[in-house]
């Protein structure tokens, strides 16, 4: 969601004001989402590196932050809406913890349409504590059957094989595991990277970069990519099957 300085900067207002019109912008297309068909959406909010910003922007964010959590729970009172936040929630102070776990906790039975806020997010953190808690695994596994006498060299061939960590673990472990990997990743703001952005999960995406700043995206930037999506929608799912 790049580009809400720059919005703030260009129309005079003072730079929060590029946050909050972000945020505003954010609920509109969760909305646009919901009522387009589209199944899941996921939003890089804040990433571990941004608590490098000054304070008074850091706070900001997570400011609206909570006020998202609250409309976003007011709107899943009505409408049947998964909210899941990933990314290191240690990160996140006491307070903003508690009430995205609460959050996660009372939407985590929907499943027609699910929203992800990706925050204290970075996809290379999100690889190493996803290995590290693949080796726990394994570890514990390993000290549980690991120490019997069987010296058969078969059974420790498989022992071998059962103690290695695969694809499969790799994926399951990591924050991201919440939802599927994404059809299409939008960059706002003009941006061509991806600034450790689910690199993961992104392999057979399409890339949209548009010009627009974060806060200006409508529902007709939606609908354009959607449709660019499908154009190429036998290319995408050719590349996704293969996969398999
Ligand atoms: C759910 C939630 C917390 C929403 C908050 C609002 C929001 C849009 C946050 C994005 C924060 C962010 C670090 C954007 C990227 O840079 P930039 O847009 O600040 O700066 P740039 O204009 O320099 O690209």
Same mark, same amino acid.
């Given at each position: 969601?790049?580009?809400?300085?720059?919005?703030?900067? #260009?129309?005079?207002? =003072?730079?929060?004001?590029?946050?909050?019109?972000?945020?505003?912008?954010?609920?509109?297309?969760?909305?646009?989402? $919901?009522?387009?068909?589209?199944?899941?959406?996921?939003?890089?909010? +804040?990433?571990?590196?941004? +608590?490098? #910003?000054?304070?008074?922007?850091?706070?900001?964010?997570?400011?609206?932050?909570?006020?998202?959590?609250?409309?976003?729970?007011?709107?899943?009172?009505?409408?049947?809406?998964?909210?899941?936040?990933?990314?290191?929630? =240690?990160?996140?102070?006491?307070?903003?913890?508690?009430?995205?776990?609460?959050?996660?906790?009372?939407?985590?039975? $929907?499943?027609? +349409?699910?929203?992800?806020?990706?925050?204290? $997010?970075?996809?290379?953190?999100?690889?190493?504590?996803?290995?590290?808690?693949?080796? #726990?695994?394994?570890?514990?596994?390993?000290? $549980?059957?690991?120490?019997?006498?069987?010296?058969?060299?078969?059974?420790?061939?498989?022992?071998?094989? #059962?103690?290695?960590?695969?694809?499969?673990?790799?994926?399951?472990?990591?924050?991201?595991?919440?939802?599927?990997?994404?059809?299409?990743?939008?960059?706002?703001?003009?941006?061509?990277?991806?600034?450790?952005?689910?690199?993961?999960?992104?392999?057979?995406?399409?890339?949209?970069?548009?010009?627009?700043?974060?806060?200006?995206?409508?529902?007709?930037?939606?609908?354009?990519?959607?449709?660019?999506?499908?154009?190429?929608?036998?290319? +995408?799912?050719?590349?996704?099957?293969?996969?398999?």
């Amino acid at each position: 969601m790049d580009g809400n300085r720059r919005y703030a900067k #260009r129309k005079l207002l =003072e730079e929060g004001a590029g946050h909050d019109a972000g945020a505003m912008a954010l609920l509109n297309l969760i909305i646009y989402c $919901y009522e387009l068909g589209v199944k899941y959406i996921t939003a890089y909010a +804040f990433s571990i590196d941004n +608590f490098r #910003r000054k304070p008074s922007e850091v706070q900001k964010i997570m400011d609206l932050l909570k006020e998202c959590m609250t409309v976003l729970a007011k709107i899943a009172k009505h409408h049947p809406i998964k909210v899941n936040f990933a990314g290191n929630l =240690e990160l996140l102070n006491a307070e903003l913890r508690d009430e995205a776990r609460k959050l996660m906790g009372a939407t985590a039975e $929907y499943s027609k +349409f699910v929203v992800t806020i990706c925050v204290c $997010y970075c996809c290379t953190d999100d690889i190493v504590h996803s290995v590290e808690e693949s080796c #726990r695994e394994k570890h514990y596994y390993h000290s $549980y059957i690991g120490d019997s006498h069987d010296d058969d060299k078969d059974n420790d061939d498989k022992d071998d094989e #059962r103690h290695m960590i695969k694809l499969v673990d790799i994926e399951k472990n990591m924050y991201m595991a919440v939802t599927p990997d994404p059809d299409i990743l939008i960059r706002t703001g003009d941006g061509h990277r991806l600034s450790n952005f689910l690199q993961w999960q992104t392999c057979h995406s399409l890339l949209a970069s548009l010009s627009t700043d974060w806060p200006e995206i409508g529902v007709w930037h939606l609908v354009k990519v959607v449709l660019d999506f499908q154009q190429n929608y036998d290319y +995408f799912v050719r590349k996704k099957l293969q996969r398999l």
